[in-house]
């Protein structure tokens, strides 16, 4: 098991994290260890599903969770980018790029907002915008068919393995219905059918990041086009 801490290095504008056992650096948008003693080593770390949402959002769906501090009696407090105080307001405010990515494609703004799904030797970005606007995309990368959900209430994405499904918005936030007329309920582990066949749809991993970052760890990577 490792233990993690930042290392305050960036490479391709992204960061690198250490282990505290041998001080090697990771990369954290491949999970791979990129210099030290583990560099080259094959090891890579499983990636889990985040959510992005509102607090209320999550604390409706999960009350018992426990919540870090705000105060962690450090000089720098990380507050909400849209906190003129935080210290990456003037980040996220503004086009620019701190730090150079070396690797660039200019199909979209760098720091265009994309949640990237990679299945296999493929990969996918979807634009937010796009995704704000369609809600529900079914899609396919590689050889899997994939549907992504935008929830505009609390800008939540999620992504599924759906078969040879097509799904389309339900009448409640978190239902999705398929072709068949069968309803579906979203859940952080896979999508359930209620029709009380049992059948639940796994998860699929997907990545929100600034399009700089997916493509320069992913420059293969495709970007979803709206038809």
Do not use: C
Not at 28 to 41: C, F, N, Q, W
Not at 125 to 145: H, K, M, Q, S, W
């Amino acid at each position: 098991m490792f233990e993690f801490g930042t290392s305050g290095f960036l490479h391709q504008s992204n960061k690198l994290m250490f282990d505290r056992g041998t001080e090697s650096l990771w990369q954290s948008l491949t999970g791979e260890p990129v210099l030290g003693e583990l560099a080259h080593s094959g090891l890579q770390l499983d990636f889990l599903p985040i959510n992005f949402t509102t607090w209320e959002d999550w604390l409706t769906r999960n009350p018992g969770t426990s919540v870090l501090a705000l105060d962690q009696g450090q000089r720098v407090e990380y507050l909400h980018p849209d906190d003129p105080n935080a210290v990456y307001a003037d980040y996220f405010s503004t086009p620019d790029v701190w730090f150079p990515a070396y690797l660039r494609n200019d199909a979209l703004e760098e720091k265009s907002r994309v949640y990237g799904v990679e299945f296999g030797n493929a990969a996918t970005a979807y634009p937010l915008p796009t995704l704000e606007g369609a809600e529900v995309i079914n899609d396919r990368v590689g050889i899997l068919d994939v549907v992504i959900t935008f929830d505009a209430a609390s800008a939540l994405i999620r992504s599924y393995e759906r078969g040879d499904r097509t799904f389309s918005r339900g009448q409640n936030p978190g239902e999705l219905l398929d072709d068949s007329g069968v309803m579906w309920v979203e859940g952080e582990d896979g999508l359930e059918a209620t029709d009380g066949s049992g059948t639940v749809l796994e998860r699929v991993i997907g990545i929100e990041s600034f399009w700089f970052g997916w493509f320069a760890f992913r420059p293969h990577s495709q970007i979803y086009r709206a038809e």
